[in-house]
């Protein structure tokens, strides 16, 4: 069986063709700038690579390219769309309507598209998409919506429901959901092989730490806690997001700035972080190198986001009672040693000790341990892929359906 993987948004759509037959990419690319001016990427398993130019007015057009691409006779990896079997859709947020991966009808487009409140860039461009699915690929090609809130379903309501009017939660679903939940789901399930033991006894901390970050408290296998809300605003400094901080910061600024709620929001989410503190970048690269020279404000943005991501870390080894393993995953977390080593400085008070030798070689796609043999919590990294839970969850639903 070949899946086809999606993951769109308002103006962009990535992609990648597995075969599930050995969970091996085929092809993988991305659509930019739909709606603007188009550009197309694409490479195949054996290295045949294209970029280009290319106007895609919406889903649709974007579409054709990625069938064009897949089926050409120079660098095509299948002779016919008939060979795609499913598509799988990553879905930002399924709300409290979806807790596990479902096939796509009317009544869930539906769902999805009622939801588009709760993430407005994100799951209409996950409609637009799916619909636009359906006019290159046929309705007789099942598809399936895998959703990064559904992981967090099982957090309990203390967990979940904010300390604000309870008649916002019943009137506008305004509560915790959680986000990144297939890179949490497929982390944690892969720590628990590498430690070689079952997933219902162990306590993990998952720290998917990129340009959007978020942890997650797994008890049992089950989501007890993460740090993402109602939006992916919502945790600890990222590359251009706030994370928590006190309310009246908001209400302060936009009164002395005499700012609208959207471009507050576009402050929030898109001019601090990283950026906001250091001045300098999204991106941790930048950061990282400007921290190197002498860059005081530079130093500072890292100082703050270790120590915020260590103190999550903390609460929620109080929130486990005790902790068995811990995860690094997503870019920063995969990449950035002096992170997780001063991260994990922060946490010698619950036992952790990082083996430096180890910490330093596990980089670019890197899978291992990084703790010291005896530290009391077993720390690895574990490169994520989202990708291929969404093309097992889309596997396993359309054969159980057929």
Avoid: W
């Avoid at 993430?119 to 799916?130: D, E, I």
């Amino acid at each position: 069986m070949k899946v086809l993987v999606i993951n769109a948004g308002s103006s962009s759509l990535k992609f990648q063709l597995i075969d599930m037959d050995n969970e091996e990419v085929l092809a993988k690319g991305n659509c930019e700038r739909i709606g603007i001016d188009g550009i197309f990427g694409y490479k195949t398993a054996d290295g045949k690579e294209i970029k280009k130019d290319v106007p895609m007015r919406d889903h649709r057009e974007a579409f054709m390219q990625v069938k064009d691409a897949l089926t050409n006779e120079e660098y095509g990896v299948i002779k016919d769309l008939s060979e795609v079997s499913a598509i799988g859709h990553r879905v930002v947020q399924g709300g409290a309507m979806f807790s596990e991966s479902v096939i796509v009808d009317e009544k869930v487009l539906a769902g999805i598209e009622s939801l588009i409140p709760l993430a407005p860039l994100h799951n209409k461009g996950h409609v637009q998409a799916m619909k636009a699915c359906t006019e290159v690929f046929g309705s007789e090609v099942s598809q399936v919506a895998v959703f990064d809130t559904a992981f967090h379903s099982t957090m309990p309501e203390k967990a979940y429901i904010y300390p604000i009017p309870y008649e916002y939660y019943e009137k506008y679903q305004i509560r915790r959901y959680g986000f990144h939940g297939t890179s949490h789901r497929y982390v944690s399930k892969y720590c628990a092989e590498l430690m070689g033991r079952d997933i219902k006894d162990l306590k993990l901390i998952t720290c998917h730490i990129g340009n959007g970050s978020s942890i997650t408290a797994i008890d049992g296998g089950k989501v007890i806690d993460t740090s993402m809300g109602l939006t992916p605003l919502d945790g600890f400094m990222m590359g251009s997001r706030t994370g928590t901080l006190d309310p009246s910061v908001v209400t302060f600024i936009a009164e002395k700035e005499n700012l609208t709620p959207a471009q507050m929001s576009d402050i929030l989410n898109k001019k601090s972080g990283l950026l906001g503190v250091s001045g300098i970048s999204t991106d941790d690269r930048d950061v990282t190198k400007a921290a190197e020279e002498g860059n005081e404000r530079a130093k500072l943005a890292h100082e703050i986001l270790r120590y915020e991501i260590a103190k999550f870390i903390g609460s929620y080894y109080v929130a486990l009672g005790g902790c068995d393993g811990m995860v690094f995953t997503a870019g920063l977390g995969e990449n950035q040693a002096h992170h997780r080593e001063a991260i994990c400085d922060y946490l010698k008070c619950i036992g952790v000790k990082i083996d430096k030798q180890r910490n330093e070689e596990m980089i670019h796609g890197k899978c291992g341990k990084i703790s010291a043999d005896d530290s009391k919590i077993a720390v690895y990294v574990i490169p994520t892929n989202e990708e291929l839970v969404i093309a097992r969850d889309t596997k396993e639903l359309v054969e159980k359906n057929n």
